[in-house]
């Protein structure tokens, strides 16, 4: 894949690897039994997009956040978005001091890790105040932009099965979110471990019972992003993310397919997946992992379909499996 960066070398997507690994690790030892939901965010992180992360209260949407902030070294901000929620709220704004002067306060959006909670029970306008952060990585207030953290990435939470009081995120700023992550109730045996870590003195809301340590540092979690875009992808598999995407939008029954920010990110994602398993290229597999979770909340299925209890990603396996992946 041609590129301003030379690829990266197997030795180093090894070690690359090995780091990421440790954070995962680390994380796992705070969020028990959610495997695929750790790799999944992580991945998304690394290809520096935002989270939609979907699940019922007390699936540890929360904990996972503020842990890979403890890990990482990074700030976390959390902002419980309610229906009286004021875009400045999130972005900051100007204050008038006591010289007479307007100052500039900045809001939760400045920090690193922003975790935008029940993100769909705000109004329109304050979800707005969202979409040119996760673009643009700035925050205009009263026509001023400003920069945000490089380590700014939103995690939003909704709750799948409460509408009463919601308001549905359009799909323009849907679109923005690199992946939605699904969290289910953890197996048994997981949450009777989650019982026995709370006797043994553990709370969700005292980071210094989670017995973590930080494993990177910001330079680190740069090198990682950066090596992320080094991983080679061969032009027959750029051919396979573009048909994959544009399979979705002739897919009986789908009436709305994924966009071409979803190829943008089905690529970037499969990168981090292949990092993340130790190579320095990626493979079919690596798309296809990615594919669910990257195209699921930008496609829409026919309502004569969902009624049937057809779900987006059962629709979107009928239509991968009709797209040939190139041989190897």
Same mark, same amino acid.
């Given at each position: ?18 780091? +990421?690994?440790?954070? #995962? ?65 999130? %972005? ?24 935008? !909670?029940?993100?769909?029970? +705000?109004? $329109? ?24 953290? &490089? ?10 099965? &409460? ?18 992550? #699904? ?22 809301? !005292? ?7 930080? /494993?990177?540092?910001? =330079?680190?979690?740069?090198? #990682? ?16 993310? %573009?048909?994959? /995407? ?11 397919? =994924? ?6 990110? #089905? ?12 190579? $320095? ?12 979770? /990257? ?6 299925? @026919? ?10 990603? +059962? +629709?979107? @396996?009928? $239509?991968?499996? *009709?797209?040939?992946?190139? *041989?190897?």
């Amino acid at each position: 894949m041609a590129g301003s960066q030379a690829e990266l070398t197997g030795q180093e997507a090894e070690a690359h690897a090995e780091r +990421a690994r440790s954070v #995962l690790a680390s994380v796992g030892h705070v969020v028990l039994g959610q495997e695929r939901v750790l790799e999944e965010t992580f991945s998304a992180f690394l290809a520096r997009g935002h989270v939609l992360l979907e699940g019922v209260p007390g699936t540890a949407k929360t904990l996972m956040v503020r842990t890979l902030g403890e890990v990482l070294g990074l700030s976390f901000r959390r902002v419980q978005f309610t229906p009286d929620l004021m875009p400045s709220d999130v %972005t900051g704004a100007n204050v008038l001091g006591a010289g007479g002067e307007f100052t500039f306060r900045p809001g939760p959006i400045f920090g690193d890790l922003l975790l935008a !909670d029940e993100i769909n029970r +705000a109004p $329109a306008k304050t979800q707005a105040a969202l979409l040119e952060a996760m673009q643009e990585r700035r925050a205009t207030v009263d026509g001023v932009s400003h920069p945000l953290p &490089e380590a700014f990435t939103v995690f939003a939470t909704q709750n799948p099965i &409460e509408f009463e009081g919601t308001y549905p995120l359009p799909e323009a700023e849907l679109d923005r979110f690199l992946v939605k992550v #699904l969290l289910g109730y953890p197996s048994a045996d997981t949450e009777t471990g989650l019982l026995a870590r709370v006797v043994g003195g553990f709370e969700a809301d !005292d980071p210094s019972s989670y017995g973590v340590q930080q /494993v990177l540092d910001r =330079a680190g979690v740069t090198e #990682l992003r950066a090596a992320v875009r080094r991983v080679r992808v061969e032009s027959a598999l750029l051919q396979y993310i %573009t048909a994959l /995407v544009r399979a979705t939008r002739d897919a009986p029954a789908l009436t709305l397919g =994924a966009s071409p920010r979803a190829s943008v990110g #089905l690529l970037k994602m499969a990168q981090a997946g292949a990092m993340l398993a130790g190579r $320095a290229f990626v493979i079919p597999d690596d798309v296809k992992g990615a594919a669910p979770a /990257v195209l699921r909340h930008r496609v829409m299925v @026919a309502p004569e379909l969902e009624l049937e209890g057809v779900t987006a990603d +059962a +629709a979107l @396996a009928s $239509a991968i499996e *009709r797209v040939e992946a190139p *041989r190897a």
